[in-house]
């Protein structure tokens, strides 16, 4: 009985021990200034924990998202979070900020380099490039982008009252 015991309280310790480990690990991911997932699949579900994840990541300022197979639907979801929309945490998510959503995540570094995204999903980035105030770096290289959703990233940019 007693070797039981102390089974029990070593699992109660290793309990307690993975989740002030995950809170640790969570509080420095919020204070982030890198997020690197490049060559990480992300599926749908993975890109809408991101999102959230990007709605508290008030600090974060490279996103490096490198061949992790993203496609136009997920580009489109990355999108909204970029802008914070969904209304968890910072965004404000009343509709009312630059694009018809919240306050863009001010991002310095965005690479998308290497992913199955064309015209329609890079189309889904652009009310984040008409509002962020921060963007000095965009990598879309190696992807299926052709001239239109080039045109309307340079239009994007072009509208964007804040830019430099």
């Not at 509080?27 to 992300?42: I, Q």
């Amino acid at each position: 009985q007693q070797q039981q015991q102390q089974q029990q309280q070593q699992q109660q310790i290793s309990s307690s021990a993975s989740v002030s480990t995950s809170t640790s690990t969570s509080a420095s991911v919020n204070r982030s200034l890198l997020l690197d997932l490049s060559h990480t699949r992300l599926h749908h579900v993975h890109v809408l924990e991101l999102v959230q994840a990007l709605d508290a990541a008030a600090s974060l300022q490279t996103l490096i998202l490198e061949n992790c197979k993203l496609n136009d639907n997920e580009l489109e979801v990355i999108g909204k979070g970029l802008l914070r929309i969904n209304g968890n945490g910072n965004g404000n998510g009343n509709g009312n900020g630059p694009g018809g959503g919240g306050e863009p995540l001010s991002l310095v570094r965005l690479s998308l380099r290497s992913n199955k995204i064309s015209n329609r999903g890079v189309v889904g980035l652009c009310p984040y490039f008409r509002a962020t105030t921060t963007l000095r770096e965009l990598d879309l290289s190696k992807n299926h982008i052709g001239s239109r959703g080039a045109s309307s990233v340079l239009h994007a940019f072009r509208d964007n009252p804040n830019a430099n």
